[in-house]
């Protein structure tokens, strides 16, 4: 029997017609089981982050993420760029599980696109910093920084670059791969 491979997905945007959701979610349409998507919608509820309020199990909504990634075999990131940088709500949901550690070990992709030509790559550099700080597992090309994605994502959300294409299923068979062998 094969083992369903449970995939946490996370935008870095709260933004309604983001194209970093509308990416992750026609990324998640490429995949095929095993592999089953939660997708986290609780970025933006999220309290700033703080110490002194992280007290037991935290509040209700940090207790909810880091459930979720506790659930998780691997996690899927797609996230924009802001300011040069990781985008802030992104920033804060991290920040609240450097001491719990539910991403130590954890495979995890990373996605970064931009309508520009540099494609987020300081927030995917950031990004992976975090990361790595927090001890997850990035996978062996599972990252990817996309420049000029609405030249390859319709306003439908449909992937219109065959290339791109491709290279998300790699990501993805990537992931899966490495959550198999956990």
Not at 65 to 81: F, M, N, Q, Y
Not at 113 to 128: I, R, T
Request: aromatic share 4%; charged share 20%.
């Amino acid at each position: 029997m094969v083992k369903n491979t449970k995939i946490l997905a996370i935008s870095g945007s709260i933004r309604q017609k983001s194209s970093n959701t509308a990416l992750m979610n026609a990324i998640i349409a490429l995949s095929s089981e095993p592999m089953t998507f939660t997708t986290y919608r609780g970025l933006g509820n999220l309290p700033h982050f703080n110490p002194d309020i992280d007290i037991d199990e935290g509040p209700a909504t940090v207790q909810e993420l880091r459930s979720l990634l506790k659930e998780a075999d691997g996690v899927l990131i797609c996230t924009p760029e802001y300011g040069n940088g990781v985008p802030g709500v992104l920033k804060n949901a991290l920040d609240w599980i450097v001491s719990s550690g539910e991403f130590v070990n954890k495979p995890t992709a990373v996605i970064s696109a931009s309508p520009s030509p540099m494609g987020g790559d300081k927030a995917h550099a950031s990004l992976l910093l975090t990361l790595q700080m927090i001890n997850a597992e990035i996978v062996d090309g599972g990252t990817m920084i996309i420049p000029h994605i609405t030249l390859k994502l319709n306003q439908d959300g449909v992937i219109t670059d065959s290339e791109t294409k491709k290279e998300f299923l790699t990501v993805l068979r990537g992931l899966e791969q490495a959550c198999s062998v956990r």
